[in-house]
């Protein structure tokens, strides 16, 4: 798979630093679409728990080295 492949753009905002809502391109509204959980005061390790037709659902990420 192509990495081009593998892009995809939206729109978000973060309120209450935790509650992630985003925008599907042609729409006008936001929905809530996941909670971020912090494990480190610098936001190196991340944790998105998704809510998706009543299920969570776990997206971890790890800062990496350039």
Known sequence: MDSKDRITEFSYKVENDSVIYMKEKGSDSYKEWATVRTYS????????????KGQKRFFNLNKISE
């Not at 390790?45 to 809510?51: K, P, T, V």
């Open 41 to 52: 005061e610098s936001y190196d390790y991340l944790q998105f728990i998704i809510n998706e």
